[in-house]
């Protein structure tokens, strides 16, 4: 029913429920007024039977009580007017039968027991018995029994009215609701015609007309309401529309544009990677099957067969072993995710024979949850510049080697000075003594024995009396007090001699120490260094009338090496010396300082001498530069150079020339191994 | 046993049942009319005894008959009872127009004060002359069963056609009583008297 209605048209859903409903509850009123009737009139017939049986009853009563069969029988005769009754029948008190009456023409041998009153339909007949009373007293009980005719009749008859009854109103029913359905299907019809010729013609300026302000009122207007947005929305969008396929048009051939940007950018990229002189391997370990790409560079520097992909444990096999346990390290870390990317130095084995010297830097690019997926190695060779390296090193070494020999040289130089300048002295006092006991008085002793040897028999007498006897003993006198002196002068000198000779020791033990020394690290005083420094220069100091300034305002003790760090001072101590001595003025003073931080030393030899023009300040420390008569200008080159290697530094300040110079040398307190291996990242 | 024709097994059966059917027959009909002839006079009277009790439903006293009173309807029997304990047993228990239903015999005149219904067994008859001073006038239903009742001015009268007890009415006696008789009573009767034809 319902799946017939849904696509019928509303005009008809209308007409059909409005026949359908006035229909059923015509039906059922139909229905119920049949059925009442047929219940009233059962009820109507029992009342019916009741009364001529309260009648009959009455009537037979007294025939009843004086046993007068007969008179009871003529008293039922009187039945026959009602042709209902199909057979009555009176039942004494006791039950029995007393009198029984039938219709003309009816046969009937069995009768029901006596019963109650009370009425019973069965499908043929109506069946009641009733109570025979006399003065409130039951004498017996008559039983009556009625055919249904009247009832079939009745039955057919309103059933018929019925059926009349429903067939006309269903017609006036359906007249009046093919009329009034207009009321409700019209305005719905209309608005789906409005809302098919909308689609059909997609004119959206289109508007429904409202009938009233009922449900349909108000979906028109609603509909109209839409229609209206959808028409501004429709000129919007063609607006957007046109200019959406502009932009579309824009940025199809922007990105047409671009792909091919793109494309030419791999053919670039593809091209540098294959040009460039490194390896470049890429492995992309997101697919299922890991992808590996590497490009000719690889095959180069490994020498690799180029025509096929290489199997990694192939790659290994040409590794060096101690390089490959150094690489599993750094490639476990990267496994476990500790670190992204690292880079070594390491050597392959060519299966020409050759070994190469390759930087392997390897990169991988991780997704969110760590995994890696994809890995970027590249290989640099190395093996030309290792070469280079290790040239350049022993060039280094040489030159160190030099610059060190150039520094004992110097050291030897200035010790042999002092050398020189003590030999100086052991030479005057040797002259000096040599010349005390060449001009010695003790040959006048010896005449004064001659004297006393000739006058032996009158010793006393000459002595006393004779002239020249008298002036021996004051001669004597006067001779010892020469030989005195003498002897003091002698030994004075020789004391003098010893200590020079004591102080050449010292000088050669010194420079033996530190000869011995070099390379070797150790702990010293700083103020020991520097008072080793200036005493290697002391004599050409004294000689040259310098003032020695100690400022010494910390005492600390350092580890390094001992040697290096004194060959720069006793350089710069020396340089001092020289300056002081360039500008000829009277008081030339050298001023020693030492300062400390908690990480540095300072060693500061100023001077007031002849000072640094600005423009050679930052020239002063290039090799072969000096400004000195016979200096080789390797001195403040290789003291830069040590102080560099020690860890620290050596600079050099001055006001200008005639204002002197300050050098500064910087060292650390911990010792500084610049040639310590660094592992390459 | 053995002379006997031999028979089917049906035979035997239905000539035993149609034999102890017959005997059966006879027994109860033997019973039946012997208990019938013994009690004939007994139910003749038990019949009456219910007919006299009956009457006082098919009879109307004059409005004034009990007054006030609510005593009894009262049954008298003149003279002897022939009923024994029929009468008795037949009003025990019983209401006519909510008054109990008494009986007793009546041998004076004077205990007809209260009586309603008089009986005059068959020989008492004469009685009812005696009575009569009494009896005029006063509302009392007046049965009698002797054929020769009626003469004497009874109002009821029994008698028998067959075994069957019926009776006849004179309405003149009943008008005189200020009776007033049920036309149910008046159909049953088997001969009525006119008031205007019996009146002497």
Request: charged residues 25%.
């Given at each position: 029913m319902n799946n017939f209605l849904r696509n019928q048209p509303i005009k008809q859903k209308i007409v059909v429920i409005t026949l359908v409903t006035s229909f059923v509850a015509l039906l059922l009123a139909c229905v119920s007024f049949v059925a009442f009737e047929q219940y009233n009139f059962r009820g109507e017939m029992i009342e019916d039977l009741s009364v001529t049986a309260e009648m009959i009853g009455f009537n037979c009563g007294s025939a009843l009580v004086f046993d007068d069969v007969k008179s009871a029988e003529q008293t039922m005769k009187?039945?026959?007017?009602?042709?209902?009754?199909i057979a009555a029948c009176i039942y004494a008190a006791?039950?029995?039968?007393?009198a029984t009456y039938q219709r003309p023409g009816a046969r009937r041998t069995t009768w029901p027991p006596a019963q109650a009153s009370g009425a019973t339909f069965d499908p043929d007949h109506l069946g009641l018995f009733h109570p025979i009373e006399i003065d409130g007293e039951k004498i017996g009980t008559i039983y009556l029994e009625s055919d249904l005719r009247e009832l079939g009749v009745r039955w057919r008859r309103y059933t018929l009215i019925s059926i009349l009854v429903l067939a006309m109103s269903s017609l006036v029913a359906w007249l009046l609701a093919s009329k009034l359905q207009r009321v409700i299907s019209e305005p719905v019809s209309g608005l789906a015609r409005i809302a098919e010729r909308v689609a059909a013609e997609?004119?959206?300026s289109i508007r429904a007309v409202k009938h009233g302000n009922d449900e349909i009122g108000r979906l028109i207007d609603g509909f109209n309401h839409m229609l209206t947005q959808v028409q501004g929305r429709d000129a919007e969008l063609k607006v957007s529309r046109t200019d959406l396929e502009r932009r579309v048009e824009e940025r199809t051939s922007a990105l047409r544009q671009a792909e091919g940007e793109t494309a030419q950018k791999a053919a670039q990229l593809r091209f540098i990677i294959e040009a460039v002189t490194f390896s470049v391997t890429w492995i992309d370990y997101r697919s299922t099957v890991t992808e590996r790409l590497i490009n000719p560079a690889f095959y180069r520097i490994t020498?690799?067969?180029?025509?096929r992909m290489p199997e990694l444990n192939e790659v290994r096999a040409i590794s060096f072993p101690d390089d490959l346990k150094r690489q599993d390290e750094f490639r476990g870390q990267l496994t476990r995710g500790e670190i992204d990317d690292f880079s070594m130095e390491k050597r392959y084995l060519r299966p020409q024979g050759d070994t190469v010297w390759v930087v392997l830097a390897i990169k991988v690019y991780r997704g969110d949850d760590g995994r890696i997926l994809q890995e970027v190695s590249t290989l640099v060779d190395i093996t030309e510049r290792k070469r280079a390296e290790l040239e350049l090193e022993d060039l280094h070494r040489q030159l160190l080697e030099t610059s060190r020999q150039a520094g004992m040289a110097e050291v030897a130089t200035g010790v042999l000075h002092n050398v020189g300048n003590v030999l100086n002295s052991v030479n005057v006092s040797s002259t000096l003594v040599s010349d005390q006991v060449r001009r010695s008085k003790i040959p006048n002793l010896a005449k004064v024995l001659v004297l006393l040897d000739e006058h032996a028999a009158d010793l006393g007498a000459y002595l006393t009396t004779d002239e020249k006897g008298k002036m021996i003993r004051p001669y004597l006198a006067t001779l010892a007090e020469s030989l005195a002196a003498e002897h003091r002068t002698i030994v004075l000198e020789l004391e003098n001699l010893r200590k020079n000779i004591e102080h050449i020791k010292d000088i050669v033990a010194m420079q033996q120490s530190y000869a011995k020394t070099s390379g070797v690290v150790e702990t010293v005083s700083v103020t020991d260094l520097v008072e080793d420094a200036i005493r290697m220069n002391a004599g050409s100091l004294a000689r040259h009338d310098v003032d020695l300034n100690r400022e010494y305002e910390a005492r600390p003790v350092i580890t390094l090496e001992k040697n290096k760090v004194l060959q720069i001072i006793v350089n710069l101590v020396r340089n001092a010396k020289y300056a002081c001595d360039e500008s000829g003025r009277s008081d030339k003073v050298l001023t020693t300082r030492i300062t400390a931080t908690d990480e540095n030393v300072s060693i500061t030899i100023s001077d007031n001498g002849v000072g640094i023009p600005k423009e050679n300040l930052n020239r002063i420390?290039?090799?072969?530069?000096?400004?000195?008569?016979?200096?080789?200008?390797f001195g403040l080159h290789s003291g830069a150079l040590a102080a560099k290697e020690l860890g620290g530094s050596l600079t050099a300040q001055s006001?200008?020339?005639?204002?002197g110079a300050t050098f500064v040398l910087t060292l650390p307190f911990k010792p500084h191994s610049p040639h310590e291996p660094t592992l390459p990242r | 046993m053995p002379i006997l024709p031999k028979l089917s097994w049906d035979r035997p059966c239905i000539a035993h049942a149609r034999i102890i059917g017959t005997c059966a027959a006879a027994l109860i009909w033997a019973v039946a009319s012997t208990s019938g002839a013994e009690s004939t006079a007994t139910k003749e009277y038990r019949v009456k005894a219910a007919f006299l009790y009956n009457f006082t439903k098919f009879v109307e006293f004059p409005p004034?008959?009990?007054?006030a009173s609510s005593r009894p309807i009262t049954i008298g029997i003149m003279g002897?009872?022939?009923f024994g304990a029929e009468l008795q047993k037949t009003i025990l228990g019983r209401k006519v127009d909510g008054r109990d239903v008494a009986a007793r015999v009546v041998t004076?005149?004077?205990?007809?004060?209260?009586?309603?219904v008089l009986f005059f067994p068959a020989?008492?008859?004469?009685?009812f002359d005696e009575l009569r001073p009494q009896l005029s006038g006063a509302a009392i239903l007046t049965v009698g069963e002797s054929s020769s009742f009626a003469a004497h001015g009874g109002a009821i009268t029994f008698l028998l056609e067959g075994d069957k007890v019926r009776f006849s009415i004179d309405l003149g006696a009943s008008a005189a009583a200020r009776l007033k008789l049920s036309a149910q009573l008046l159909k049953l009767a088997t001969s009525v008297r006119a008031a205007s034809a019996t009146r002497p």
């Open positions: 009187g039945l026959v007017a009602q042709s209902h009754v006791d039950g029995r039968i007393f997609s004119d959206y020498g690799l067969d180029p025509s420390f290039a090799h072969g530069f000096t400004t000195r008569k016979g200096g080789h200008g006001a200008g020339p005639g204002l | 004034d008959h009990f007054g002897h009872d022939p004076s005149p004077a205990e007809l004060a209260d009586v309603d020989g008492e008859e004469r009685r």
